[in-house]
T-cell receptor, first 111, second 119 residues
């Protein structure tokens, strides 16, 4: 099983649509979870951290299910500018330094 | 906004040559990282560095790779004898701290990357 696994997509959605991405991780002891966004040929940039209680930042909602080792990202009212690759990121914590990136889910938002 | 800076942005080298990629992490960050991304593939962990020593490395980070913090600001990645398969984007990142119960301490801020092309 891969350390961090994501649906590669691509997801092709119209503007205004709601889209959800899923991610699973293999290390049950993982402590910190994030969603990053990566534009073509650019560096990954933090979109949001993921907290156990779930958290929301504007149109973006992240959920964590530790029992199922599952993380999700929901994007509401998609914009053209949301087109990017979304990376699920897991940090083992407890002294671990090896933050692991999923392969990413590609999103295309069309007018 | 503080940023991680990397040089060069693009380097072309011949197979077998040595390459040094440079990074200036965010000044109050304590943890430094190198990642690589082969075109079209995932971001892969290479190495983490804390308190002037390697704290963790991946199986990719073999004897041809080394890292150094030669002064108080720079963090370098050296590839001793480049191979064709080393062609990739190399990202430097830094973070404030590791696991402390606050996930923000583990947020990685990335530089814009150094694209390495080995011919």
């Amino acid at each position: 099983r891969k350390e961090v696994e994501q649906d590669p997509g691509p997801f092709n959605v119209p503007e205004g649509a709601t889209v959800a991405f899923n991610c699973t991780y293999s290390n049950s002891a993982s402590q910190s979870f994030f969603w990053y966004r990566q534009d073509c040929r650019k560096e990954p940039k933090l979109l949001m951290s993921v907290y156990s209680s779930g958290n929301e930042d504007g149109r973006f909602t992240a959920q964590l299910n530790r029992a199922s080792q599952y993380i999700s990202l929901l994007i509401r009212d998609s914009k053209l500018s949301d087109s990017a690759t979304y990376l699920c990121v897991v940090n083992p914590g407890r002294g671990g330094f090896k933050t692991i990136f999923g392969a990413g889910t590609r999103l295309f938002v069309k007018a | 906004e503080p940023e991680v800076t990397q040089t060069p942005s693009h380097q072309v080298t011949q197979m077998g040559q040595e390459v040094i990629l440079r990074c200036v992490p965010i000044s109050n960050h304590l943890y430094f990282y190198w990642y690589r991304q082969i075109l079209g593939q995932k971001v892969e962990f290479l190495v983490s560095f804390y308190n002037n020593e390697i704290s963790e490395k991946s199986e990719i980070f073999d004897d041809q790779f080394s890292v150094e913090r030669p002064d108080g600001s720079n963090f370098t990645l050296k590839i001793r004898s480049t191979k064709l398969e080393d062609s990739a984007m190399y990202f430097c990142a830094s973070s404030e701290g590791r696991s402390s119960g606050w996930s923000g301490a583990n947020v990685l801020t990335f530089g814009a990357g150094s694209r390495l092309t080995v011919l």
